[in-house]
T-cell receptor, first 113, second 115 residues
């Protein structure tokens, strides 16, 4: 949903621990979901995606879980490193009409060395 | 490979002055193009998107405008800047594949400060 006016929630994690970042999406018709990582002063970068016909997808140190029943998406980062410190956004693709992707609120991940 | 450029990288402008931010994409044809604004510590606000030359859709009424004079060029403009226009402006592109997935790729952004 729209996230413009909200301060970003922050998740603090000890280096080496696993991180779980959650996202609730709004449109039950959304067919594609993306996680982006945004480092300070830079544009968002693609991390991992998942289609609505899947419930889990794994990448290198990252796993995305999709629960369509409750419209919930999560990003799991294994063995969190200082370089993982960033803001993470989920995004949902609306397959109807306007070819737009809607971004979630964003979560700031702080890794404690 | 595809690349996206934005300039300038940073800009400081007085209130009431005009604005022109440019975004160009290389390595793809007929992309969807987007302008977002991000205030400090906030999420992404979609300002404009374009599905083709001369086709602009506005998401939020404001004193900004966008134009797409060429297939891979997207320009964000204002005739008179307001203090509230300060922020980080991001351009993005996407190309719909046969299964309609719409991954967006972002440029490096322009940091605009209006004084």
């Amino acid at each position: 949903g729209e996230s413009v006016g909200l301060h970003l929630p922050t998740l603090s994690v000890q280096e080496g621990d696993n991180s779980i970042i959650n996202c609730a999406y709004s449109n039950s018709a959304s067919d594609y979901f993306i996680w982006y990582k945004q480092e300070s002063g830079k544009g968002p970068q693609f991390i991992i995606d998942i289609r609505s016909n899947m419930d889990k997808r794994q990448g290198q140190r990252v796993t995305v879980l999709l629960n369509k029943t409750v419209k919930h998406l999560s990003l799991q980062i294994a063995a969190t490193q200082p370089g993982d410190s960033a803001v993470y956004f989920c995004a949902e693709n609306n397959p109807t009409g306007y070819q737009k992707v809607t971004f979630g609120t964003g979560t700031k991940l702080q890794v404690i060395p | 490979s595809q690349t996206i450029h934005q300039w300038p990288a940073t800009l400081v402008q007085p209130v009431g002055s005009p604005l022109s931010l440019e975004c160009t994409v290389e390595g793809t044809s007929n992309p969807n193009l987007y302008w977002y604004r991000q205030a400090a510590g906030r999420g992404l606000q979609l300002l404009f998107y374009s599905v083709g030359i001369g086709q602009i859709s506005s998401e939020v009424p404001q004193n900004l405008s966008a134009s797409r004079p060429q297939d891979r060029q997207f320009i964000l403009s204002s005739k008179k800047l307001l203090l509230s226009d300060s922020g980080f402006y991001l351009c993005a592109w996407s190309v719909l594949g046969p299964e309609s997935y719409n991954e967006q790729f972002f440029g490096p952004g322009t940091r605009l400060t209006v004084l």
